[in-house]
């Protein structure tokens, strides 16, 4: 029984080590075995109509901008505006001493006063004398210096009456307006202090017309001739804030540069927005996009897109069930779509999703892409 015992044992134990082998060997050949499909979200790509745009950044200025300057010397006794308001054009911002200019207009008034009372009696002398001597009742030479004393006194006259014109305008610069409409600036000179014509003490403040608002960008010498070389008509401009959100109006082309800038190569261009809520500052960044027209052409989703040390490349669905991996040559963006210049045919399935878990040759189950 003893000799019985240990043989059932050796038995059992060869075929327990019989199981363990070959449950070791099923599982080295399941390892062995393709990896399951990855599901993924499958594009059919295929032309569509997208606009011809061009895009840039831009930076945002006022379709008028003026400095506002002292034209006469005095002392500032009020500020009539509050910085940062709109302002009216004829608005008075400043008021400079009046004092001395209406003095000054008092005395140029008066000497013209005594002008004209000299050219009064200078024309009685030239009409007697010129009677005498018609009679030969005096030489004529006296008869010409009256004639002559009566040129002088009156432009004498006329002299006066420009020293007078002169006084009024200098009053009228003492009360310092708004030339434009617009939005006023930072007071440079505070209520009270000497302000002259001439030197930094001239500037008082500044002066912006936002609406419209002006944006100044640049495009390349080959997107300008492709620019040109459209004929859709006047392009649209749009505009994307710094926090991404579109700008609710249009704006329109109102300049282009006529040479190209010879470092850069580029061409200057500027647009015209309307701004009438100030929703646009000046000095702003902003992205330019210039639509002109539109065209057929392939587009993928941004997401679809990726990069490496050979350019942009996109996963393609082969028949055999395989990702495989395309380059492409991407244009510009369509809101969330890309627009692929080369790389890419009609009918081709563009992979949309799981990108990272892809590998060339990679076996793969399309399901439709939302």
């Known amino acids: 029984m003893k000799y019985l015992a240990i043989a059932i044992s050796s038995v059992l134990a060869l075929i327990s080590a019989g199981c363990t082998q070959g449950d070791a060997k099923q599982k080295k050949d399941d390892a062995k075995a393709a990896p399951p499909a990855l599901a993924v979200s499958v594009l059919q790509v295929a032309p569509r109509e997208v606009p011809v745009a061009f895009e840039a950044v831009g930076r945002t200025e006022g379709s008028r901008e003026v400095q506002i300057r002292a034209r006469v010397s005095g002392i500032i006794e009020k500020q009539l505006y509050t910085e940062g308001d709109r302002v009216d054009a004829g608005d008075t911002l400043f008021q400079i001493e009046r004092g001395p200019f209406e003095i000054d207009l008092q005395q140029q008034r008066a000497a013209l006063a005594q002008e004209k009372a000299r050219y009064e009696l200078a024309k009685q002398d030239a009409g007697r004398l010129k009677g005498l001597a018609d009679r030969r009742a005096i030489s004529q030479r006296e008869a010409d210096q009256a004639s002559s004393a009566l040129q002088q006194s009156a432009a004498a006259v006329q002299l006066a009456q420009a020293r007078v014109r002169q006084s009024e305008l200098n009053l009228s610069y003492t009360t310092v307006e708004a030339p434009i409409a617009g939005v006023t600036g930072r007071a440079m000179q505070s209520i009270g202090s000497l302000v002259a014509p001439n030197g930094d003490a001239a500037l008082l403040t500044s002066l912006t017309r936002t609406d419209p ?129 080369d790389g890419l045919k009609p009918g081709d399935k563009v992979i949309t999703d799981n990108l990272v878990r892809l590998r060339p040759g990679a076996p793969v189950q399309a399901k439709p892409a939302a």
């Open 213 to 341: 608002v002006w944006v100044r960008f640049a495009l390349s010498e080959a997107e300008f001739a492709r620019l040109r070389a459209r004929e859709t008509g006047a392009p649209e401009v749009k505009l994307e804030m710094a926090d991404g959100s579109a700008y609710g109006e249009t704006g329109k082309l109102n300049f282009a540069a006529s040479a190209v800038d010879a470092n850069l190569g580029t061409v200057q261009m500027r647009a015209e927005f309307p701004n009438a809520d100030l929703k646009v500052l000046p000095g702003q960044y902003v992205r330019v996009q210039v639509v002109a027209g539109t065209r057929q052409a392939i587009v993928v989703p941004q997401s679809a897109v990726q990069q490496n040390e050979g350019g942009h490349f996109v996963w393609l669905l082969t028949d055999e069930g395989k990702a495989a991996l395309r380059n492409i040559r991407a244009g510009n963006w369509v809101g969330r779509d890309w627009v692929v210049l």
